[in-house]
């Protein structure tokens, strides 16, 4: 049985907002079962949770001798082991692989600054100054992204890794409101949270 460490409790209350929903969300995708350990913060920087994941944080997963950590590299290794989530065609495959580093690696950096900077340096006397700018390369970011999805329902053909990836990080900004102003990408949201998939994986960590 896949197993996939999360938080115990995660700090945005169950809103689906922590990198392990998008592994549940390919795990939903694929069909394959898993179950989940929930770990309190203390316990992702003990050494039982850094032999899964050096960097002390969720996700990791583990399926027999597997271990991997990376919300990204996990959803990887799902696409390309069960069906469901890479084309079968080679060239659309790389393309789709290609929009999922896309995703952490080009959209997802600008949001990250968003989070650091309301989470963490929420107090600094830099943030009021650089809030506009880090607002900025998000925009910059996802007109980027709108203009490339266009009317398409999604990001290359068929529903894909990139999507998940893509979606994932994206939804991360709705409640800053900086989605709303972004209406195609909020579409595009919405039409994978639709997903009976992403609305299992939503379930699975609600916090009642
Ligand atoms: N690049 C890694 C990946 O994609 O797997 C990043 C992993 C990561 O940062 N995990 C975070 C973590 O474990 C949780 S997702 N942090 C604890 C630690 O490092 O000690 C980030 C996150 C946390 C909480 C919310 N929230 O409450 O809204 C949203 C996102």
Redesign the pocket.
Known sequence: MITISA?ER????G?G????TRVRWALEEVGQPYQVRGLS?NA??EPAHLAR?P?????AFEDGELVL??????VHHLAQTYPGLFPTDPNARARAITWMYAA?NTVEPPILEL?TAKFSEGDKPWTAERMPLIRERIDVRLVQLATRLGDAEWIDGAFSAGDLMLISVIL?LR?SGILAAHPTLAAYVARGEARPAYQRAYESQVQR
């Open positions: 938080f995660s700090p945005d209350g809103k907002l922590a990198r392990d913060f992702l920087k994941n960097f002390g944080a969720i996700p950590f990376e919300s990204g590299g996990i952490v989070q991360r409640p």
